[in-house]
């Protein structure tokens, strides 16, 4: 697809936001993006970047799309940036250039520093996830690895910054003290001393993330949609309001919830001991 011109809004299908370097599968009511470049650590490509802003989008617009799961192919989540294969030497054709310049920000946007999709974002992590990986990963909502995953923000080895974000969400993630170490030192953290320090949510055998990640997901896609949507842009418009500004946005956000034909549906599938079948209406 080296060539191959991207829409500049969400494609018509979630599948058709796939490029070489991007699969993209649906399972039941979950659309699963998956970075596939085995061959370099599935580093952070133009084609990939595009694929993932395209499928951000395309969840978001399909409403029978409860939630995302992103993974990777070949036994690793992600090595970082790939700042070749981004500045289009060889790896990408006139049509993922023109897309960068028609839209400079799209790959920060693709990495979920400017972007934000309404659907739950569960990352299903194994093997590496380093450097744009890790931040990547603070853009997501839910976090599984397997048990020999390793994190890590590295740039400053390098002498380079951690420009995706993390200066600024690591610290809210968790604990200033974990989040500067992780960045000033920039050593590799093991899946269970990320899941102790907070970074991630689950630890699980390897090769079982994406497993774990999809019943995580098939558990969301059980629930109102219309509530988890509300959830969760509540969580993050209030997360730097004063407690009582953030109560009073809590009300705007819930009350129309309770108005909603899904939430006397749930209501009534309790009450008749039945699964509720939510519409999103």
């Keep these: 697809m080296g060539g191959t011109e991207h829409p500049t809004t969400a494609p018509a299908r979630p599948e058709d936001a796939a490029t070489e370097h991007l699969t993209v599968e649906r399972t039941g009511a979950t659309l699963v993006l998956t970075l596939d470049r085995p061959a370099a650590r599935n580093a952070l490509s133009l084609p990939m970047l595009v ?12 409403d029978g799309i409860r939630s995302i799961v992103l993974t990777g192919a070949g036994g690793t989540f992600c090595a970082g940036m790939d700042l070749k294969a981004l500045a ?5 054709g006139d049509g993922y250039r023109a897309r960068l310049r028609a839209d400079p ?11 934000r999709p309404r659907k739950p974002v569960i990352a299903a992590v194994e093997g590496h ?10 853009g997501t909502d839910i976090r599984v690895a397997g048990e020999g995953a390793t994190f890590g923000l590295y740039e400053v080895r390098r002498g380079l910054f951690p420009i ?5 969400r690591l610290p809210r ?5 974990h989040a500067l170490e992780m960045l000033l030192t920039g050593r590799p953290y093991p899946a269970p001393e990320a899941a102790r320090i907070g ?6 055998p390897d090769g079982t993330a994406l497993e774990k990640a999809l019943e995580i997901a098939e558990r969301i896609n059980a629930c109102g949609p219309l509530a988890v949507e509300a959830v969760k842009a509540s969580v993050y418009e209030t997360a730097e309001m004063t407690e009582t500004d953030g109560l009073a946005a809590e009300l705007t956000r819930g009350w129309p919830v309770f108005a909603t034909a899904d939430a006397k549906e749930g209501s009534r599938a309790f009450a008749e001991k039945r699964p509720p079948v939510f519409r999103r209406a």
Aim: with cysteine; glycine share 16%; charged share 15%.
């Design 164 to 168: 995706g974000g993390s200066t600024v």
């Design 129 to 138: 996830c380093v450097a744009g990986g890790t931040e990547i990963l603070q």
């Design 105 to 115: 920000d799209l790959h920060w946007k693709a990495m979920l520093r400017h972007h």
């Design 51 to 62: 694929g993932l802003y395209d499928g951000w989008l395309a969840a978001d617009a399909d």
């Design 199 to 204: 970074l991630i949510g689950h630890v699980v």
């Design 88 to 92: 289009g030497d060889g790896l990408a």
């Design 173 to 177: 993630q968790i604990p200033r003290t």
